[in-house]
């Protein structure tokens, strides 16, 4: 099946800096991709949409200066914190759906820490 | 806006017996897909069963079927001969014209030895 990769998989960073994670399709061109964020013991919440070539959609509530978002290829999307702050934590997944096969696909998720 | 209510936050069942999950959801469109997803301890989201709206027919995969009834608006899961391996968070999700996905607030499932 269809593979989505995430990187990286965890990683602590300092309040007031800024990380990125990399959403990556390994077998299949992603159209569009997704970005969630996931609190402990909660529900999946959508952050943003995002297409190849043009400017991620964010849900209502979700800041985008704070959270960039890039889709600058058909296999490859960034979301950065920016100026993360430990309200920032969290485990961030994205998802990506094939062109072709219509089927959208998850990757692994991002443990982020802001100590 | 379209939403997914699963109103069981947890349960329980013995291995080899059979459990159902509910799942109710609310939308004005008339084609969408449902989806069950498990996510296991290593939070990967594993798609379980998918149903597409215009399907009168209820998804089956292995063990794993599903109640469709789109008048009602309601999706349940059922898992038949229960494995330890089922023991995960399940979720119920939606997806409608603009390819968003909306999940529910989960059930945890576990499975007693």
């Known amino acids: 099946g269809a593979v989505v990769s995430q990187h990286p998989s965890r990683v602590i960073c300092k309040s007031g800096t800024s990380v990125k994670i990399e959403c990556r399709s390994l077998d299949f061109q992603a159209t569009t991709m997704f970005w969630y964020r996931q609190f402990p013991k909660k529900s999946l919440m959508l952050m943003a949409t995002s297409n190849e070539g043009s400017k991620a959609t964010y849900e209502q509530g979700v800041e985008k200066d704070k959270f960039l978002i890039n889709h600058a290829s058909l296999t490859l999307s960034t979301l950065t914190v920016t100026s993360a702050h430990p309200e920032d934590s969290s485990f961030y997944i994205c998802?990506?759906?094939?062109?072709?096969?219509?089927?959208?696909?998850f990757g692994p998720g991002t443990r982020l820490t802001v100590t | 806006a379209q939403t997914v209510t699963q109103s069981q936050p947890e349960m329980s069942v013995q291995e080899a017996e059979t459990v159902t999950l509910s799942c109710t959801y609310d939308t004005s469109e008339s084609d969408y897909y449902l989806f069950w997803y498990k996510q296991p301890p290593s939070r990967q989201m594993i798609l379980v069963i998918r149903?597409?709206?215009?399907?009168?027919q209820n998804a089956t995969e292995n063990r794993f079927s599903v109640n469709f009834q789109k008048a009602a608006k309601s999706f349940s899961l059922k898992i038949s001969d229960s494995q330890l391996g089922d023991a995960a968070m399940y979720f119920c999700?939606?997806?409608?014209?603009?390819?968003?996905?909306?999940f529910g607030k989960g059930t945890r499932l576990h499975i007693l030895p």
């Open positions: 998802s990506a759906r094939d062109g072709f096969q219509y089927e959208q696909y």
């Open positions: 999700a939606y997806e409608g014209r603009d390819d968003k996905i909306i």
């Open positions: 149903q597409e709206a215009y399907k009168q």
